[in-house]
């Protein structure tokens, strides 16, 4: 399947929230970064996504430390309001580094109300003032979930 410009070529980020949308267990934390990847190129999206990861990242060993797309966020246990404020910060960030229209995708498994609707806010904003698509996902399994909802993308666009 393939989609139409500027989608195509602009930019997608990628927010992952380790604590909440854990690992499929045949993967590995040194796997993810390839296989988000590999799951946004199949969709023909071009540009190398950017990926942000989030969570408790102890002992976990990513291996794209010195990867200029991939940033690493370390929060321990109970730092759930500080980690969703700095998820909202870099969607942010990142919408002002990326032309409109881009793509977001959020891996963020069940929200808080209070972060369900920030998330809503920020989104919908984005959405409507930059015609930037989100698509947001929970665990269980996640990618193959993201693959459908990117493949619903229209030809044309959105």
């Known amino acids: 399947m393939s989609y139409s410009e500027p989608y195509i070529s602009n930019g997608t980020g990628v927010f992952w929230d380790m ?5 499929q267990e045949e993967r590995t ?16 999206l ?18 794209a430390e010195d990867d ?9 246990a109970g730092e759930k309001r500080a980690k969703m404020t700095k998820i909202l910060e870099d969607i942010v960030s990142w919408s002002g580094e990326n032309p409109e229209p881009s793509t977001g995708i959020l891996f963020l498994g069940q929200l808080e109300d209070a972060d369900e609707s920030d998330i809503t806010a920020v989104t919908q904003l984005l ?20 693959v ?6 229209p030809r044309g666009g959105l």
């Not at 604590?19 to 690992?23: I, R, V, Y």
């Not at 040194?30 to 946004?40: E, G, H, S």
């Not at 071009?46 to 291996?63: E, N």
């Not at 930037?132 to 979930?145: A, D, L, N, Q, R």
Request: charged share 20%; proline share 11%; glycine share 6%.
């Open 19 to 23: 604590d909440e949308c854990k690992l």
């Open 29 to 44: 934390a040194a796997d993810l970064v390839p296989f988000i990847r590999q799951m946004v190129s199949s969709v023909g």
């Open 46 to 63: 071009r540009r190398p996504p950017s990926i942000w990861i989030y969570g408790d990242l102890t002992g976990l060993d990513f291996q």
């Open 68 to 76: 200029v797309n991939v940033k690493l966020n370390h929060f321990h």
């Open 127 to 146: 959405e409507t003032q930059k015609n930037y698509h989100f698509v947001i996902t929970g665990p269980s399994p996640p990618p193959p979930t993201v």
């Open 148 to 153: 459908v909802c990117l493949r619903s993308i």
